[in-house]
């Protein structure tokens, strides 16, 4: 990616996510306009056209780069060599932290998604897919080896879960009271407990 002249060379692209995400958060997707993106990002229209076809693409970018980090976290934890319940967990809590540090992303994303064109709606939705479909594997794998109760089927014990990360931009507060890690380890217990036998 081309360097921009800036002193801390910051690629073009990183900085025009910086300045969408901003701006999107303070003011809402629908009320920023591509030119206060550019000018946030001191660039021009040519740039970010040259890197991103619309906003819309912008939109999609900023959630589609902490999915990208958590598909790949996810996948390493489910593949690692550990018994299943340590790769729940893990899993479990990974996802909450990596939501808190993105949690501009993460609450952009979830009051923005509908104004998503249909394809770049259509994409997500898959990329999403695929991330709760290894998700489901674990747990379904403890069911399987007796490590997890059968009682509840593994999509709902998914759902719960994810329910309660979409909802962390409603309530989280970086200088509250707990850490990201306090928060992941007790939602992660939590499914935890609800999943022994």
Not at 32 to 51: D, F, M, P, R
Not at 110 to 137: G, I, T
Request: hydrophobic content about 40%.
């Amino acid at each position: 990616m081309p360097r921009t002249t800036d002193t801390d060379g910051t690629p073009v692209p990183q900085r025009l996510l910086a300045a969408a995400t901003r701006l999107f958060a303070e003011q809402g997707y629908d009320r920023t306009s591509v030119q206060e993106i550019v000018e946030a990002a001191g660039v021009t229209k040519g740039a970010l056209y040259h890197y991103f076809g619309s906003k819309d693409d912008l939109l999609h970018e900023v959630y589609a780069r902490v999915l990208r980090l958590q598909q790949e976290r996810l996948d390493a934890i489910a593949d690692a060599a550990e018994p299943v319940e340590k790769r729940v967990r893990d899993a479990a809590a990974d996802v909450v932290v990596t939501t808190i540090e993105n949690l501009d992303d993460a609450m952009i994303f979830w009051r923005s998604m509908h104004q998503l064109s249909p394809e770049k709606n259509k994409q997500v939705r898959a990329e999403r897919r695929r991330y709760h479909e290894r998700f489901r594997a674990l747990i379904e794998e403890g069911q399987r080896e007796g490590v997890f109760s059968t009682a509840t089927p593994a999509d709902l014990v998914v759902d719960y879960h994810f329910g309660s990360i979409h909802h962390l931009s409603t309530w989280y507060r970086p200088d509250g009271p707990l850490s990201p890690q306090q928060v992941a380890d007790h939602l992660a217990d939590l499914l935890l407990r609800a999943l022994r036998p």
